[in-house]
């Protein structure tokens, strides 16, 4: 079956944002960035709570009278600001990878694409051409090690930093041709259908 369609930037970004909960590289430093900005929280919260709270009569009393007891109010208090902002902590990667990206190849000429995509019975033919040049990459069915997708677009991994973006609904392919090609992707790749 082939297939032309047009790849735009926003495409490409569906693929970086993708990708980011795949790589092994994305996941290590989403490890480390989330637990380096907890303890920034934590400690932030915790020089603050030890500096203010002494200045209430409560807590005032409580520090003159057992320093243990009150370390330990002012960790258990320190530790709330980052269970608050556990969901945000969790997203900073994300947003300034993405945001970093965007800045990066925002004046890329390889975008839009006109990309023709032939499936055939061993593989995917992929032909990309832009300003500066024309790409062609043949992935055979069995290099494909993963698919993702969104609401929007299959991701087909077949390195790790490399996937073929296939829409899901191509504008030039009325309605049965575009779940033909969706069911002759799934049959390649021993999926179920996908229920859009």
Not at 157 to 186: C, G, Q, W
């Amino acid at each position: 079956m082939d297939t032309k369609y047009q790849l735009t930037f926003e495409d490409f970004m569906a693929l970086q944002k993708d990708s980011l909960k795949r790589i092994e590289h994305h996941q290590a430093r989403y490890n480390i960035t989330t637990i380096a900005l907890a303890m920034m929280v934590f400690l932030f919260g915790f020089i603050v709570l030890h500096i203010v709270l002494p200045m209430s009569l409560y807590f005032y009393t409580l520090y003159l009278n057992s320093e243990n007891i009150f370390k330990i109010i002012v960790v258990c208090l320190a530790l709330i600001p980052v269970i608050l902002l556990k969901s945000f902590i969790g997203k900073y990667y994300d947003f300034v990878t993405l945001r970093k990206l965007k800045s990066a190849y925002k004046n890329d000429k390889r975008w839009p694409r006109d990309v023709t995509l032939h499936l055939h019975e061993t593989g995917i033919h992929v032909n990309s051409s832009y300003v500066s040049g024309i790409k062609k990459t043949d992935v055979a069915w069995e290099s494909i090690k993963v698919v993702g997708e969104d609401d929007h677009h299959f991701f087909l991994y077949y390195e790790t930093n490399e996937a073929i973006i296939v829409p899901k609904m191509i504008p030039a392919l009325n309605e049965s041709e575009n779940r033909i090609l969706h069911d002759l992707i799934n049959q390649h790749l021993n999926r179920h259908v996908v229920n859009e």
